[in-house]
């Protein structure tokens, strides 16, 4: 069972910075994709980045320019870069990682990390 593990989320003030970690069980050689979901109260959850196992970026139109997805294969970790923060940018951030296992793409998500920005 693949398990995921944020952290580094927390309160920062606009035009600060975080970098959030997602650590996952096992290699992450075998994951489709990994990427990075944010829900804030009342909205629905939205991609924020994605990462494929090829290398191919996708962001958030909110997010680009600012935010920075990478991975580090030897620790089996997931990273998320955020700049430039923005009080809209305030919500609760998951990993997500793809598998296809017998021919079914199979979906593992993380608890989620709160990120505020605020003054």
């Known amino acids: 069972q693949v398990q995921l593990v944020e952290s580094g989320g927390g309160l920062v003030q606009p035009g600060g910075s975080l970098r959030l970690s997602c650590a996952a069980s096992?290699?992450?050689?075998?994951?489709?994709?990994m990427g990075w979901y944010r829900q804030a109260p009342g909205k629905e959850r939205e991609l924020v980045a994605r990462l494929s196992s090829i290398g191919t970026t996708n962001y958030a139109i909110s997010v680009k320019g600012r935010f920075t997805i990478s991975r580090d294969n030897a620790k089996s970790t997931l990273y998320l870069q955020m700049n430039s923060l923005k009080p809209e940018d305030t919500a609760v951030y998951s990993c997500?990682?793809?598998?296809?296992?017998?021919?079914?793409?199979?979906?593992?998500w993380g608890q989620g990390t709160q990120v505020t920005v605020s003054s």
């Open positions: 096992g290699t992450i050689f075998s994951f489709n994709a």
């Open positions: 997500n990682a793809e598998q296809v296992l017998r021919g079914t793409l199979v979906d593992y």
